[in-house]
Every structure is written in C-alpha cells, then in structure tokens.
C-alpha cells in the first residue's frame, strides 16, 4: 500500500470514528426514560440541539447530572445536533408521558442560522425535509406553542435559556442576529409567565467585560466545524483548548459552547433545580 493511501485510509478511520462519536444519540434520552419506566423522582429534562447534546460542544448536562446533591434525580439529555423549534414540538407527546418536575429549554441557534441565508435554510430544509421557510415569525409561533403545551401537560417548572450568541463580534450581522432571537425569547417568555434565563446577554456581557481585543465573528464554515470536532476526538486537546485555538473565547467554533461558555450556564440551571426542590 503506497504511503499515501495508507494516510488517506487513517484519516478515513479517524474522521469515521469522530462523526460516530458527534452524532450518538444520549443514552439518557426521552424515549430511554419512558422505556426504563424509572421510579426516580425527580425527574429533570434537557430539550435542546446540540449545545444540550454535548457530543460536539461542552456536555453541561453530563457535568450537571454528577453534581452530588442530584444523585436522587433522573436526569434525561434530550438533545439532538441541528434540531430547530420545529423538531422540539414533536418531542412534547413523549415529554407529556413522562411528565417530568423540571424541563430546561435551549433551542434558538439552528432556527437564527436557518434565516442568514439560503444556503443554511437548504442545508436544513434538506437535513429535516422542512417545508415552509424558517423566519422569526416561524420561531415565535414555535416556541409559543412549546412552552403552552408543557405548562398545561406536565406538572413541571420550566425554565428557558436565550439562545447563546453566534461568533462573539457583536458587530456581526451573526451575532446581531443571535441578539434578536434571545430579545424574541425573553418576549415569549415573559408573555407566558415562565422562568427566563439570560444566557445571551450573559455570555455577552463577559465578552465586553473580558476586554479582548479581537472577537471573531460567525462565517458558514461547515468543514472548520468538523475539523474542530475531529480533533476533539482524536487528540487530548479540550473544548476549551480548540476553542482558543480556533480564536473564540466561550465558543469553540463560532457555533458550540466551550466549557468556559458552559459553566456560565449550569449555575444558572443550578439555582433553579436548588431553589425549588421537593422537601
């Protein structure tokens, strides 16, 4: 075998095991919960995309579940990669099932992507075989709707996160963009008499506070995103390390919370789950 066949064969295995480890599915997800039937109680929900997820982005639902005084708690990762609002409304049925205490809700990034071009729409009409165009009026209507339907279905307390920012130079038409999403969250939120978490305007405000000089904004780099997610699997380097490496700050790829940009959030789902757990 020439030499460098044998490369392209090693890249191959390499890049083969990175996309099996990016888009396995949580072994502690919705339908596993309903199938195992737990008796643990409380039970505790993430519903998101791949921020939640945490297979291509800093796995706060994983670091939260360890914290020692939730070890009587079923904790469920119900978040899957490049899920928009309109996938989270097809989850509400098995969430009615469950009818868990806590629902956390972090959804926002795929639908403000899915409206900066035609290109990114196509790239998720195709991925979910959408058939009307994704605007903020499409998110609104959404997230309305997911919120309506786990108040008056479940008994849990919910919480909604703003959607976190997209590349971190707020001068961006990106970041700019991810700005109005968490303005149309909170606007939602607020409506609906639930609790709003400002992840936002948080990591936002750490980013003016951080006083870096150079902040890169978001540019639709799909192969940058693998690349980044490759090495992740492949070397020992951190979210954190790629995502310095790559020139972000909370972020690793414009897109994905480093662990920097997730311990902004759990503290934050943190004081919730603390503040009002059963006697």
């Given at each position: 075998m020439k030499l460098t066949n044998l490369w392209v064969l090693i890249f191959f295995l390499f890049e083969?095991?990175?996309?099996?480890?990016?888009?396995?599915?949580?072994?502690?997800?919705?339908?596993?919960?309903?199938?195992?039937?737990?008796?643990?109680?409380?039970?505790?929900?993430?519903?998101?995309?791949?921020?939640?997820h945490g297979r291509v982005s800093y796995d706060y639902v994983g670091s939260i579940s360890k914290h020692p005084t939730l070890k009587d708690y079923h904790v469920v990762n119900e978040g899957i990669n490049s899920r928009l609002?309109?996938?989270?409304?097809?989850?509400?049925?098995?969430?009615?099932?469950?009818?868990p205490d806590f629902v956390f809700l972090l959804i926002g990034t795929n639908d403000l992507k899915a409206t900066l071009s035609?290109?990114?729409?196509?790239?998720?009409?195709?991925?979910?075989?959408?058939?009307?165009p994704v605007t903020e009026e499409s998110f609104v209507k959404n997230l309305r709707t997911i919120i309506?339907?786990?108040?008056?279905?479940?008994?849990?307390?919910?919480?909604?996160f703003s959607p976190p920012i997209l590349g971190e130079d707020k001068n961006s038409i990106p970041f700019q963009r991810s700005k109005r999403f968490?303005?149309?969250?909170?606007?939602?939120?607020t409506k609906e008499k639930v609790t709003y978490k400002?992840?936002?305007?948080?990591?936002?405000?750490?980013?003016e506070d951080s006083k870096l000089t150079n902040k890169k904004p978001y540019i639709s780099n799909t192969w940058g995103m693998y690349w980044t997610i490759l090495k992740y699997y492949s070397?020992?380097?951190t979210w954190n390390d790629l995502g310095?490496?790559?020139?972000?700050?909370?972020?690793?790829d414009a897109i994905h919370l480093n662990e920097r940009g997730g311990k902004i959030l759990e503290p934050m789902v943190l004081e919730e789950i603390l503040s009002n757990k059963p006697l």
């Open positions: 083969s095991c990175a996309i099996f480890q990016a888009t396995k599915v949580p072994s502690n997800n919705l339908k596993s919960a309903l199938e195992k039937n737990s008796l643990q109680k409380p039970k505790i929900v993430f519903l998101g995309d791949s921020i939640t609002t309109v996938q989270i409304l097809e989850q509400l049925e098995d969430l009615k099932v469950l009818n035609e290109e990114e729409y196509k790239r998720y009409a195709s991925l979910w075989n959408l058939k009307e309506q339907n786990i108040k008056t279905a479940t008994k849990a307390k919910l919480v909604v968490a303005e149309l969250t909170k606007e939602v939120v400002p992840l936002h305007e948080t990591l936002s405000k750490g980013l070397t020992p380097a310095d490496s790559n020139g972000y700050h909370y972020l690793t």
